[in-house]
């Protein structure tokens, strides 16, 4: 079985002989290669949607694996009971539909350690949610596959709380990257991600122009306003734009990504 890049990454960091559940599995193609590649050992596929359901169950069947991916029909981590799986893959939603599951579903967390999300849009809302939930962001991959840019983010559960924060004071302490160097703090480092940002791979580079380029368009269209608060909100969008600029500009451009 053929997997894109983009799937084939999130599997690459499911531990060997795991129990998973894939959330939105749509053809349940991450599930069934898991089982196959002996990463999983079980799986379920989830999914709310009656079409991708039936879908998902066709693929099972067709691969004879039955036995060992449970296709069910729920919203988000209604589809698990607690304790039932140590790994939790969500890949191909927005951020924010990502994080509306994980805090919806969080009392089916237990036992999960580890989170494999892949976010289209909004990759900050998850970062912030792994931080403010004492999850870990253990590692991140910018990917490009057929013009589209994707990113994987991996959260470990902690230990403890204080080591979660612990570990998560040093990740987003303030950072100086590039060269002159310019210093990143929390909130920029959940925007950029904080091991994408040291990466600082082609691919980055090309996401955050295409970024720039949007933000631009945005502060364009906000014309000339005699209101104060809405002059307010474009200044600050510019100013926002310019950091943007000066961080893409000092930092390295000829890395090639590790796609
Ligand atoms: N995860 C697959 C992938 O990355 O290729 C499929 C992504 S597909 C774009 C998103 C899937 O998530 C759809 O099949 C949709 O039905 C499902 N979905 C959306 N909201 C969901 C929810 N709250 N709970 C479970 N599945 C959901």
Redesign the pocket.
């Known amino acids: 079985m053929k997997l894109s890049q983009r799937?084939n990454t999130i599997c690459e960091w499911i531990p060997g002989g795991s129990r998973l559940a894939d959330?939105?599995?749509?053809h349940a193609l991450?599930p069934t290669y898991a089982v196959q590649e002996g990463r999983a050992v079980f799986a379920v596929a989830?999914?709310?949607?009656r079409g991708?359901y039936n879908a998902a169950s066709k693929q099972v069947a067709e691969a004879g694996l039955k036995n060992k991916i449970d296709v069910r029909l729920g919203?988000?981590l209604a589809a698990i009971q607690p304790g039932e799986v140590d790994v939790i893959t969500i890949?191909?939603?927005g951020g924010a539909?990502i994080v509306r599951?994980l805090t919806e579903g969080k009392v089916k967390l237990a036992g999960v350690k580890r989170l494999i999300l892949?976010p289209n849009v909004g990759e900050d809302l998850v970062r912030r949610w792994l931080l403010e939930e004492g999850w870990l962001l253990t590692a991140e991959r910018m990917l490009e596959e057929d013009g589209k840019i994707y990113e994987v983010l991996v959260g470990d559960r902690a230990e403890s709380a204080e080591q979660a924060q612990e570990l998560n004071n040093r990740l987003y302490a303030d950072t100086q990257i590039g060269e002159p160097p310019i210093t990143l703090g929390r909130e920029q480092l959940l925007e950029f991600g904080p091991f994408l940002v040291q990466e600082a791979s082609s691919v980055f580079h090309e996401k955050w122009i295409g970024e720039i380029a949007k933000l631009e368009r945005v502060a364009g269209s906000m014309g000339r306003s005699d209101s104060e608060d809405a002059r307010g909100k474009k200044e600050a969008l510019e100013r926002h734009i310019q950091f943007l600029k000066e961080v893409l500009a000092c930092l390295p451009k000829d890395k090639p990504s590790s796609n």
């Open positions: 799937l959330i939105g599995s749509d991450l989830g999914e709310v949607n991708p919203d988000g890949a191909g939603m539909l599951i892949q």
